[in-house]
């Protein structure tokens, strides 16, 4: 035993040794929009981030391409397939066919890949439901599914037969979390929104166009639903009753301005873990050192996710462009001291150390998430 874990740490010294020269040789990376002069190539970039083995825990591929496999093996990227059901969207509006795209791309990316499952809410209040869904996800773990999703349409759409909105905590979904559990899954939990989709208007703000294209989730002055606080504190309740359940809230728990609130959620609730998918430039707003103490005090709490897309209709050298660019520009931001602009801000790097980095990165998906990594 000794041994081994002598001979791990040596490994593991290896690799942070190599990703920290990697670091200084290329010292950050830039999207082709933010290059400066004297900055280092993308390239170099991706080539620090490859050295950690990153693992984006929040994505949703619906096709598979020679080009993006490739991408994925360049960068040694692996990545979750997340699949959710979205009755706004044709593609989305059954899980079956989803299901088929994802594990096909699980299989065709040998090993990079990893996949999400999750079952349609919309079945709500049919009298074989949970058991229908419990099928449904127990065919998926049989097959490889690592996690499940839950979207936002639980809390913000979906509603009992009285006009209710259903909430993450019901009791008629307590089995399905139950399951989840027995099968040492884990539950990812899109759970509320930012905090302008409950304000007035705002055209300065980060996602205001989000919301005028997408007014279903726009619930200013919604009538009947749940404000921000009910839908938190029933995801809240949801972690209490089930202490052994390995929650990781999506989009940095739907806290993203808040990451006092946050941290305290994180303290009182040790089966919870948040991704950053979609939220980076919720943080490069805020002050530097605030966001860097809070990436530090919670290093083991925090995953590494984008929510990047390969939809059907894209063309993979679109795809293959829009991801690299993504992961450079995140890296540049978590990783290097430079001042740069991210999606139109003007940002300090937080500089983290590479032992952060490597847990962001790596380490603590593959502890929240058995089974995504296999080299």
Known sequence: MLRSVLAFSAVASLSLALASRLQQQSHSATSPQNSQPGAPTKTSELHALASLEPIDTHTHVAKGDASFYAMLDRLHMHILDILLVDDHDSYRRAMEPQLEDALRVVRESHGHAALCTSFDPFQFGQADFPASAIRGLDRDFAEGAVAVKIWKNIGMELKDRDGHYVLPDNPALGPIFKDIEKHNRMLIAHVAEPDEAWQAPNPNGLDYSYYK????????????????????????????QNPK???????????????????????????????????????????SDKVRGFLLKYQDRILYGTDLEFLKDTAPQDAVKEWETQYAMDWRYFATKDVFEYSGHKVEGLGLPQAVLRKLYHANAVHWIPGIYSK
């Not at 359940?245 to 946050?262: P, Q, T």
């Open 245 to 287: 359940l390995r929650v990781v809230g999506a989009h940095l728990g739907s806290m993203e301005d808040d990451l006092d609130a946050l941290a305290m959620h994180l303290d009182a609730y040790p089966n919870f873990a948040v991704d950053t998918a979609a939220r980076v430039v919720h943080l490069v707003v805020q002050p």
């Open 213 to 240: 294209e997408n007014p279903t989730w726009y619930m200013y002055r919604k009538l009947g639903a749940p404000n921000k606080h009910q839908l938190l504190e029933a995801r809240d309740h949801l972690l209490a």
